[in-house]
């Protein structure tokens, strides 16, 4: 099983998958620490010595070897289901997609404190200006991801049981489908 959370940044994708991951006795993996782990360098030293074309493509390569495990949670840096390639490569590899959601405002406010390791939000005088932003650019790429948990005002362990709870519906459907297409063992 490839369970997959995506969304903004600041929906909680990383504490989820964290908690998703003890509940269902899978590996939590977090895209972004594993792409630190190959670069040696944290993701905003990346961005800024190397620029955002350099990470993307370091995200892609990370990626394509990540998913193609099996048993794990795995945490999505806010931008990588952005990328066509990095979509495919988690639908052909099986995974079940998962977007975590917050309103604009509650993002602000969750990143406020970690803004020095936000590339895509320093800087920036109006910061929920900038989420929208990002949110209106993305919102085509997200809205592909059928399966949504509404974070604000939960714990990552309540947002947690709720994908929890998504994922075994929509396990059960692709069964429940698969057995009415004939398919099967």
Request: proline content about 4%.
């Amino acid at each position: 099983m490839r369970i997959v959370l995506t969304g903004f940044m600041g929906t909680g994708k990383s504490a989820v998958a964290r908690q998703l991951a003890v509940r269902l006795k899978l590996q939590c993996v977090d895209l972004d620490q594993e792409i630190e782990a190959r670069a040696g360098l944290r993701v905003a030293e990346i961005f800024d010595r190397e620029g955002e074309t350099v990470f993307r493509a370091l995200e892609r390569d990370v990626l394509q070897q990540v998913c193609m495990r099996d048993g794990i949670v795995l945490a999505l840096g806010g931008g990588a289901i952005a990328d066509e390639v990095n979509f495919e490569r988690l639908a052909q590899a099986g995974a079940i997609l998962v977007r975590l959601e917050a309103t604009p405002a509650e993002i602000v406010r969750r990143v406020r404190p970690t803004l020095a390791s936000r590339p895509l939000l320093r800087g920036h005088p109006d910061l929920e200006a900038r989420v929208r932003e990002l949110l209106a650019a993305r919102a085509a790429i997200y809205a592909r991801v059928p399966l949504v948990v509404w974070t604000e005002g939960l714990s990552p362990r309540q947002s947690a049981a709720r994908v929890a709870s998504l994922v075994a519906k929509a396990a059960a459907n692709a069964v429940r489908h698969e057995g009415l297409r004939g398919g099967g063992p």
